[in-house]
């Protein structure tokens, strides 16, 4: 079995249920409130996991409740934790997300001790028993250094960046990745050449993957669409693991395509994935 390691923020996700996004200075009614582990690097791993693949976790989180919450759903939902650091007398990274009823997001955050994790903090076999790292939002020195080791131990790299990319200098982990994962509005930020496969999110548009002069596409499922939060992760969750499993990118953005959908059709930050819910999707055809 593929083992990956996936490295970024850890949070503690509170999701507001409202009836619309307020404008400046309006108010919104909150119909639901829910609170669960969440983060990228999180959020990819669990999806890994319901596809089966063995999955680890690297990143930080506090010593707080929240922090014990989210390490004990990650080990419940199979990821492993091990090399997830506890900062005694930190706080956990907190996520408020605001979602309407067409799926629209906004979010504010509290950083917490979501970027204390050392790069080489990190033992060398935990890279001699993986196959594959995937990297998301984080400290770009951190990246770059987790990247540079995995490379080093015969690893391929993967690299969603996340919204923050157009104010942190990711160029350096770029160049090192094997997959680039961008939506739109991440691509026009980006001014450094890239190499690899380039795999462009669309949310309802779909999806494409260039890997130089060739190009894949795939428009997407259709799905009724309650909270967009977490589809880019379920989507990146379904590449690699079809990538993993041997598949061309033709076969992989289908994949991603559906798990994405899935996800758009969860509340919540995290959608339990697995290849009998990616092919109910697909039977249920194209967008």
């Not at 596809?51 to 199979?78: C, M």
């Not at 956990?92 to 997300?97: D, E, L, N, Q």
């Not at 428009?219 to 590449?239: C, N």
């Amino acid at each position: 079995m593929p083992r990956v390691i996936c490295a970024g923020h850890v949070n503690w996700d509170v999701t507001l249920h409202v009836d619309d996004l307020p404008a400046p200075d309006g108010e919104a009614r909150v119909r639901e409130r829910r609170a669960a582990t969440g983060g990228s690097a999180a959020n990819v791993a669990c999806g890994l996991v319901g596809l089966d693949v063995d999955a680890g976790l690297i990143g930080s989180v506090g010593g707080d409740t929240n922090g014990t919450e989210a390490r004990h759903e990650l080990a419940a939902a199979g990821v492993d934790t091990t090399h997830v650091r506890t900062v005694a007398d930190g706080t956990t990274a907190v996520k408020y997300i605001a979602v309407d009823d067409r799926g629209e997001v906004m979010v504010f955050g509290a950083a917490g001790a979501n970027e204390a994790f050392d790069a080489d903090a990190l033992p060398a076999s935990a890279f001699a028993s993986a196959d594959h790292l995937h990297l998301t939002g984080q400290s770009p020195t951190t990246a770059a250094r987790l990247a540079e080791r995995a490379r080093e131990a015969g690893l391929s790299v993967s690299v969603d960046p996340g919204r923050r990319v157009d104010g942190r200098d990711f160029a350096p982990v770029l160049a090192l990745a094997d997959v680039v994962f961008l939506n739109d509005r991440e691509a026009r930020s980006v001014s450094c050449d890239l190499d690899g496969v380039i795999v462009r999110k669309r949310g309802s548009a779909g999806a494409e993957a260039t890997d130089g002069d060739d190009r894949h596409t795939h428009r997407g499922f259709a799905a009724e669409a309650v909270d967009t939060t977490g589809a880019g992760d379920a989507f990146a969750a379904g590449f690699l693991a079809a990538r993993l499993d041997g598949a061309g990118d033709d076969e992989a953005l289908v994949v991603a395509n559906a798990c994405g959908a899935l996800a758009s059709e969860t509340r919540g930050a995290r959608v339990d994935l697995s290849w009998a819910a990616v092919e109910t999707m697909r039977a249920r055809g194209l967008d």
